[in-house]
Protein backbone atom coordinates (compact mmCIF):
# COMPACT_ATOMS: atom_id res chain seq x y z
CA UNK A 1 0.00 0.00 0.00
CA UNK A 2 1.35 3.36 -1.03
CA UNK A 3 0.04 5.38 1.83
CA UNK A 4 -1.79 7.69 -0.54
CA UNK A 5 -4.83 8.67 -0.42
CA UNK A 6 -6.90 8.60 -4.02
CA UNK A 7 -9.18 11.62 -4.98
CA UNK A 8 -12.31 8.57 -4.40
CA UNK A 9 -10.92 8.15 -0.97
CA UNK A 10 -10.93 11.70 -0.45
CA UNK A 11 -14.27 12.71 -2.06
CA UNK A 12 -15.58 9.63 0.41
CA UNK A 13 -14.41 10.99 3.07
CA UNK A 14 -15.59 14.45 2.57
CA UNK A 15 -18.67 12.82 2.03
CA UNK A 16 -19.03 11.18 5.16
CA UNK A 17 -17.74 14.24 7.28
CA UNK A 18 -20.96 16.27 5.48
CA UNK A 19 -23.50 13.81 6.65
CA UNK A 20 -22.01 13.16 9.88
CA UNK A 21 -22.70 17.57 10.42
CA UNK A 22 -25.97 17.01 9.08
CA UNK A 23 -26.63 14.30 11.17
CA UNK A 24 -25.82 16.49 14.39
CA UNK A 25 -27.51 19.32 13.08
CA UNK A 26 -29.53 20.62 16.25
CA UNK A 27 -28.22 18.86 19.05
CA UNK A 28 -24.34 19.78 19.34
CA UNK A 29 -23.17 22.32 21.75
CA UNK A 30 -23.29 25.69 19.75
CA UNK A 31 -26.47 24.73 17.66
CA UNK A 32 -30.11 26.91 18.58
CA UNK A 33 -31.57 23.91 20.64
CA UNK A 34 -28.58 23.86 23.22
CA UNK A 35 -28.16 27.96 23.02
CA UNK A 36 -31.91 28.21 23.64
CA UNK A 37 -31.63 31.36 25.79
CA UNK A 38 -29.08 33.15 23.57
CA UNK A 39 -31.40 32.96 20.94
CA UNK A 40 -34.83 34.47 22.83
CA UNK A 41 -32.00 37.24 22.92
CA UNK A 42 -30.33 37.76 19.97
CA UNK A 43 -33.29 36.31 17.31
CA UNK A 44 -35.36 39.00 15.47
CA UNK A 45 -34.05 41.61 18.24
CA UNK A 46 -32.94 45.58 16.52
CA UNK A 47 -29.03 45.77 17.27
CA UNK A 48 -27.01 49.17 16.49
CA UNK A 49 -29.97 50.11 14.18
CA UNK A 50 -30.12 46.67 12.23
CA UNK A 51 -31.98 43.66 12.95
CA UNK A 52 -30.13 40.35 13.56
CA UNK A 53 -31.36 37.13 11.73
CA UNK A 54 -30.09 33.48 12.32
CA UNK A 55 -28.19 31.67 9.19
CA UNK A 56 -29.14 28.52 8.19
CA UNK A 57 -26.70 27.31 5.49
CA UNK A 58 -28.49 25.20 2.51
CA UNK A 59 -26.73 22.25 0.76
CA UNK A 60 -27.37 21.11 -2.72
CA UNK A 61 -30.48 19.28 -2.46
CA UNK A 62 -33.83 17.88 -4.89
CA UNK A 63 -37.56 18.73 -4.71
CA UNK A 64 -39.86 16.01 -6.43
CA UNK A 65 -43.19 15.17 -7.41
CA UNK A 66 -44.80 12.26 -6.51
CA UNK A 67 -44.36 11.09 -10.24
CA UNK A 68 -40.92 11.63 -10.35
CA UNK A 69 -40.68 10.02 -6.53
CA UNK A 70 -42.47 6.73 -8.27
CA UNK A 71 -40.13 6.78 -11.22
CA UNK A 72 -36.97 6.87 -8.88
CA UNK A 73 -37.82 4.93 -6.08
CA UNK A 74 -41.05 2.56 -6.87
CA UNK A 75 -44.90 3.23 -7.39
CA UNK A 76 -46.26 4.76 -4.89
CA UNK A 77 -43.32 5.18 -2.50
CA UNK A 78 -43.70 7.34 0.28
CA UNK A 79 -40.76 9.69 1.42
CA UNK A 80 -38.88 8.78 4.92
CA UNK A 81 -38.92 11.39 7.59
CA UNK A 82 -35.73 12.68 8.45
CA UNK A 83 -35.41 15.99 10.34
CA UNK A 84 -38.53 18.40 10.57
CA UNK A 85 -37.68 21.92 8.54
CA UNK A 86 -40.13 25.65 8.73
CA UNK A 87 -43.03 25.20 6.94
CA UNK A 88 -44.40 21.37 6.98
CA UNK A 89 -41.02 20.76 5.09
CA UNK A 90 -38.45 18.30 6.21
CA UNK A 91 -35.50 16.64 5.19
CA UNK A 92 -35.95 12.60 3.70
CA UNK A 93 -33.80 10.22 4.07
CA UNK A 94 -33.91 9.34 0.42
CA UNK A 95 -31.10 10.57 -1.34
CA UNK A 96 -30.49 10.32 -5.27
CA UNK A 97 -27.46 11.44 -7.44
CA UNK A 98 -27.78 14.06 -10.37
CA UNK A 99 -26.07 13.90 -13.37
CA UNK A 100 -24.88 16.90 -15.99
CA UNK A 101 -25.03 16.52 -19.45
CA UNK A 102 -21.07 16.03 -19.43
CA UNK A 103 -22.10 13.17 -17.39
CA UNK A 104 -20.55 14.67 -14.42
CA UNK A 105 -22.25 13.32 -10.80
CA UNK A 106 -22.48 14.26 -7.44
CA UNK A 107 -24.22 10.86 -5.82
CA UNK A 108 -26.05 11.41 -2.22
CA UNK A 109 -28.02 14.50 -3.05
CA UNK A 110 -30.78 15.34 0.06
CA UNK A 111 -34.24 15.04 -1.14
CA UNK A 112 -36.33 17.46 0.47
CA UNK A 113 -40.08 16.76 1.56
CA UNK A 114 -43.51 16.92 0.71
CA UNK A 115 -43.93 15.93 -2.69
CA UNK A 116 -44.69 19.09 -5.09
CA UNK A 117 -46.34 20.09 -8.50
CA UNK A 118 -42.92 20.61 -10.02
CA UNK A 119 -39.31 18.90 -9.34
CA UNK A 120 -36.38 20.94 -8.92
CA UNK A 121 -32.57 20.68 -8.27
CA UNK A 122 -31.02 23.61 -5.85
CA UNK A 123 -27.07 23.59 -6.29
CA UNK A 124 -24.28 26.33 -5.55
CA UNK A 125 -22.21 27.51 -7.97
CA UNK A 126 -19.46 24.73 -7.31
CA UNK A 127 -21.48 22.50 -7.93
CA UNK A 128 -22.29 23.78 -11.00
CA UNK A 129 -19.05 23.58 -12.51
CA UNK A 130 -18.36 20.41 -11.12
CA UNK A 131 -21.41 18.86 -13.44
CA UNK A 132 -20.20 20.61 -16.06
CA UNK A 133 -23.24 22.36 -16.42
CA UNK A 134 -24.85 26.23 -16.44
CA UNK A 135 -27.70 26.60 -14.03
CA UNK A 136 -29.42 30.40 -13.42
CA UNK A 137 -29.62 31.87 -9.95
CA UNK A 138 -33.47 31.53 -9.55
CA UNK A 139 -36.06 32.26 -6.77
CA UNK A 140 -37.38 28.69 -5.71
CA UNK A 141 -39.96 27.58 -8.22
CA UNK A 142 -38.89 29.90 -11.04
CA UNK A 143 -37.24 26.95 -13.11
CA UNK A 144 -38.64 27.96 -16.60
CA UNK A 145 -35.53 28.15 -19.21
CA UNK A 146 -33.23 26.64 -16.39
CA UNK A 147 -30.66 24.13 -16.59
CA UNK A 148 -30.93 20.32 -17.55
CA UNK A 149 -30.52 17.47 -15.54
CA UNK A 150 -30.93 14.01 -14.68
CA UNK A 151 -31.50 12.08 -11.46
CA UNK A 152 -30.99 8.63 -11.19
CA UNK A 153 -32.65 6.26 -7.79
CA UNK A 154 -32.31 3.07 -6.87
CA UNK A 155 -35.37 2.14 -9.42
CA UNK A 156 -35.08 4.47 -12.20
CA UNK A 157 -33.81 7.70 -13.78
CA UNK A 158 -35.95 10.41 -15.09
CA UNK A 159 -34.56 13.63 -17.13
CA UNK A 160 -35.60 17.31 -16.48
CA UNK A 161 -35.21 19.61 -19.58
CA UNK A 162 -35.34 22.28 -17.09
CA UNK A 163 -35.28 22.62 -12.99
CA UNK A 164 -31.64 22.62 -11.71
CA UNK A 165 -31.27 26.67 -10.21
CA UNK A 166 -28.81 28.09 -8.34
CA UNK A 167 -30.67 29.53 -5.30
CA UNK A 168 -31.11 33.19 -4.46
CA UNK A 169 -30.20 34.00 -0.79
CA UNK A 170 -33.20 34.61 1.08
CA UNK A 171 -34.54 35.58 4.09
CA UNK A 172 -37.74 33.76 5.83
CA UNK A 173 -39.63 35.77 7.83
CA UNK A 174 -43.04 35.93 9.74
CA UNK A 175 -45.59 38.70 9.46
CA UNK A 176 -44.95 39.84 12.59
CA UNK A 177 -40.58 39.63 11.86
CA UNK A 178 -41.48 41.64 8.58
CA UNK A 179 -43.79 44.36 10.35
CA UNK A 180 -40.97 44.97 13.13
CA UNK A 181 -38.35 45.76 10.01
CA UNK A 182 -40.42 47.64 7.83
CA UNK A 183 -40.17 44.46 5.09
CA UNK A 184 -42.32 43.23 2.43
CA UNK A 185 -42.64 40.15 1.12
CA UNK A 186 -40.60 40.50 -2.47
CA UNK A 187 -38.62 43.26 -0.97
CA UNK A 188 -34.71 43.12 -1.76
CA UNK A 189 -32.08 44.10 1.44
CA UNK A 190 -28.55 43.70 2.55
CA UNK A 191 -27.28 42.03 5.20
CA UNK A 192 -23.55 42.41 7.17
CA UNK A 193 -21.77 39.82 9.01
CA UNK A 194 -19.37 40.25 11.79
CA UNK A 195 -17.08 37.11 11.40
CA UNK A 196 -13.54 37.89 10.25
CA UNK A 197 -14.11 38.14 6.63
CA UNK A 198 -16.96 40.38 7.23
CA UNK A 199 -18.97 41.10 4.46
CA UNK A 200 -22.04 42.49 3.38
CA UNK A 201 -24.04 41.03 0.92
CA UNK A 202 -27.01 42.85 -1.22
CA UNK A 203 -30.33 41.68 -3.16
CA UNK A 204 -31.14 39.33 -0.01
CA UNK A 205 -34.82 38.42 -1.17
CA UNK A 206 -36.95 38.95 1.82
CA UNK A 207 -40.01 36.22 2.15
CA UNK A 208 -42.95 36.53 4.23
CA UNK A 209 -44.99 33.30 5.28
CA UNK A 210 -47.08 32.41 8.45
CA UNK A 211 -45.21 29.31 8.43
CA UNK A 212 -42.05 30.91 8.10
CA UNK A 213 -39.53 30.82 11.03
CA UNK A 214 -37.01 33.40 11.08
CA UNK A 215 -33.93 32.98 9.22
CA UNK A 216 -31.89 33.56 6.22
CA UNK A 217 -30.70 30.91 3.71
CA UNK A 218 -28.09 31.10 1.78
CA UNK A 219 -25.68 27.71 -0.30
CA UNK A 220 -22.17 26.76 0.73
CA UNK A 221 -20.62 29.35 -1.56
CA UNK A 222 -21.92 32.01 -0.09
CA UNK A 223 -21.45 30.68 3.26
CA UNK A 224 -17.67 30.22 3.15
CA UNK A 225 -16.49 32.94 1.37
CA UNK A 226 -18.42 34.91 4.38
CA UNK A 227 -16.81 32.66 7.20
CA UNK A 228 -19.97 32.14 8.43
CA UNK A 229 -21.99 28.90 9.57
CA UNK A 230 -25.85 27.74 10.29
CA UNK A 231 -26.63 28.98 14.08
CA UNK A 232 -24.45 32.72 13.26
CA UNK A 233 -26.12 35.77 12.90
CA UNK A 234 -26.10 38.24 9.69
CA UNK A 235 -27.59 41.94 10.74
CA UNK A 236 -30.44 43.29 8.37
CA UNK A 237 -29.25 46.53 7.49
CA UNK A 238 -32.01 47.66 4.58
Not at 177 to 203: I, K, P
Amino acid sequence: MSGKISGYDVEMIAKAVIETIIEQAGVGENSPKKQSGVWENVEGSRFDGGYMVPVGVSARHVHLTQEHVDVLFGKDYQLTLKNKLMGGQYAAKETVTIVGLKLRAIENVRILGPVRRCSQVEISATDAVKLGVKAPVRESGDVAGSAAIALVGPQGAIYLEEGLIIAKRHIHMSPADAASTGVSDGDRVAVATERERATVLHNVQIRVDDSFTLEMHIDTDEANAAGIATGDCVTLIR
